[in-house]
């Protein structure tokens, strides 16, 4: 799927994945954060669907 479509296009890849309809918590995105901020490149980017984007607009995600 999208992971397969970017291994030839991007030189890293680190996916985050989650079951359906997975309620995104505070420690997750604490961990997302983990993954993310140590990556060395102005070029870096969080990939998600837009399903899953309105998930990550709540107030208690906001803070992080």
């Given amino acids: 799927a999208l992971e397969y479509y970017l291994t030839n296009k991007v030189k890293n890849i680190v996916p985050a994945k989650f079951p359906d ?3 995104v918590s505070k420690s997750d995105l604490e961990n997302i954060k983990k993954i993310f901020n ?3 490149s102005g070029n870096k980017i969080i990939l998600t669907t837009d399903k899953d984007s309105m998930r990550l607009k ?3 995600q906001s803070e992080i």
């Fill in 21 to 23: 309809h997975h309620y």
């Fill in 38 to 40: 140590p990556i060395v």
């Fill in 58 to 60: 709540t107030p208690a």
